[in-house]
């Protein structure tokens, strides 16, 4: 562990002693387009860390496994591991650029590369990374980063490629993996892997990472050494790690005039777990506003409702008939008209914003498109954020005011990776 860290922040390829008497057949799979070795200057006297890194950017992807037979306990376990991690780099779009792909039968970008401009909101995204499942296909992987991840229009071609991937091993197909793996290495992208702990496949994991092992291969019970190694690289001081952005981008949403704007779930009839997992999208988003008096936000959830007190007492049949008639589960039209009641009690002459999250569970009534003309009548701009592809495109268009305002997201597990279309259609307006 101490060396993965110091070799992935400074994008460089060989940092103990023991690097320096390979021989040069070790090399023959990794191909180095960019000269990331460098030209270091070793403290044979200390640590072997890194000097003189020169603070070169890299792209780095957390590559999680989340196939099958992979436990809870561990998918945990290597969202500590990469939110740790993430703690080390200064992400920016002209730094250090992280991404992460989770993995099983096949492979989805559960962050895109830069998606994040501060380890706080990216440590955030990652506990919703969504689980593939199937069964652990690591060729399928380690192709789809060469093919996708590292693609010339996703990945910057001037700087480091990283991979950290988190796994067992144990690929249903070994001979694949070490063959992709090769083509990877090949492209110029360094491979580290982790193993989870437990049970593993040492070759497979050997096989998939750079040579040499010992520079590339890794236990995650070092994980316990992560604060020494923070602590040392800040004595050796390498610039890459020491020194930050001179000033961060702007803000991707930058209201010129002030606006009110409410997000709204229909959390009822949506679910509590995908609920959760777009609260925790409209979270991120946040982190993309510019925080001023221009913009005032506010949460919406859709909730049940009874024209009487609910009692928690035990009664007789007849009784607990009579208070179940007494609630009523409101459908989509609520939820407009809630936002619409928010909205007019904030503050006045501003623009009015109404965000709304939909799927394929929340039925569409027509007191949905009532409640929807009620706020168009009341100048309410309203967007439609709907997740899934069984949509009725006409219907949306009623409801929001516009085909500009209806934003699809493919699936849950692409919430994230849409975020920058998301955040494009909210903000033109602003």
Request: glycine share 6%.
């Amino acid at each position: 562990m101490e060396h993965i860290l110091a070799l992935i922040l400074c994008a460089c390829m060989v940092a103990t002693s023991s690097a320096k008497a390979l021989d040069y057949d070790d090399f023959l799979m990794q191909s180095d387009p960019h000269g990331w070795f460098g030209n270091f200057a070793y403290d044979d006297q200390a640590h072997s860390v890194p000097r003189g890194c020169g603070g070169k950017p890299a792209d780095v992807y957390l590559v999680m496994d989340t196939s099958r037979d992979v436990t809870q306990e561990e998918i945990d376990l290597q969202k500590r591991y990469f939110k740790e991690l993430s703690s080390l780099f200064y992400l920016g779009q002209n730094t250090v650029r992280l991404g992460v792909v989770s993995s099983g039968s096949n492979s989805l970008t559960a962050i895109r590369l830069g998606s994040y401009k501060n380890p706080h909101d990216f440590k955030k995204a990652i506990d919703i990374t969504p689980r593939v499942g199937g069964q652990r296909d690591h060729a399928k992987t380690l192709d789809y980063l060469r093919r996708t991840a590292f693609a010339p229009a996703v990945a910057r071609q001037s700087v480091a490629h990283v991979v950290i991937f988190m796994t067992n091993g144990f690929s249903h197909n070994a001979m694949a993996t070490r063959i992709e793996a090769r083509l990877l290495k090949k492209a110029g992208v360094y491979v580290f892997t982790v193993n989870l702990g437990g049970r593993w496949d040492k070759s497979e994991l050997t096989g998939m990472a750079s040579n040499p092992a010992s520079d590339f291969v890794f236990n995650s019970d070092d994980y316990i050494i992560i604060d020494p190694l923070i602590r040392l690289l800040k004595i050796h001081e390498c610039d890459y790690q020491i020194h930050p952005p001179a000033a961060e981008p702007e803000a991707a949403c930058s209201p010129k005039r002030k606006v009110d704007m409410v997000f709204a779930v229909d959390h009822l009839h949506i679910g509590a777990v995908k609920s959760k997992r777009i609260l925790a999208f409209i979270d991120s988003l946040f982190s993309d506003f510019e925080h001023s008096d221009n913009l005032k936000t506010a949460l919406l959830l859709n909730r049940p409702v009874s024209t009487g007190v609910l009692s928690n007492k035990l009664t007789d049949v007849t009784e607990t008939e009579q208070e179940m008639d007494r609630v009523a589960f409101p459908d989509f039209s609520a939820v407009l008209r809630r936002a619409r009641r928010a909205l007019t009690k904030g503050r006045q002459s501003v623009q009015k914003t109404a965000v709304v999250f939909m799927d394929s569970n929340v039925r569409i009534t027509p007191a949905v498109f009532k409640e929807a003309k009620r706020n168009k009548f009341r100048k309410i701009d309203t967007y439609v954020v709907y997740i899934g592809d069984d949509y009725n495109k006409s219907d949306l268009k009623l409801i929001s005011n516009g085909n500009d305002n209806i934003i699809i997201v493919p699936s849950y597990g692409e919430l994230e990776i849409s975020k920058e279309d998301v955040l494009t259609s909210l903000c033109k307006g602003l």
